[in-house]
């Protein structure tokens, strides 16, 4: 399989963070999530899994256990499993990070 342009698959809601997947295996799982500005994907966990989020566009806040930083597109951030971590936009503009889980959510 191949994803070319992935950014341009982003989703965006008005009410919160917008999800597009990319591609999945019985392995490994890649999406999108997507914020416009003052959105945020509040602290939470994965047990069993690990994430890594890849910032494509924009800037963000991101915390990951007792660390927070300001993230930028390039910049990657690992969340081993059952580590806390969230993510926010303040904004000016909008921004797009790739997600990959491994193992992959349960549908």
Avoid: C, W
């Avoid at 999945?24 to 690990?50: I, R, V, W």
């Avoid at 566009?57 to 081993?80: F, H, K, M, P």
């Amino acid at each position: 399989m191949i994803v070319t342009n992935a950014a341009a698959r982003a989703v965006f809601r008005a009410g919160k963070m917008g999800k597009a997947d990319l591609a999945s295996s019985e392995h490994l799982f890649a999406g999108l999530n997507s914020f416009e500005p003052g959105q945020e994907h509040q602290l939470h966990t994965h047990p069993g899994q690990d994430k890594i989020y890849f910032v494509l566009e924009g800037q963000g806040d991101v915390t990951v256990g007792s660390d927070s930083s300001r993230i930028e597109a390039g910049d990657l951030v690992l969340a081993r499993s059952g580590e806390e971590h969230a993510l926010r936009n303040p904004g000016p503009e909008r921004l797009i990070v790739m997600v990959v889980m491994a193992p992959p959510p349960r549908k």
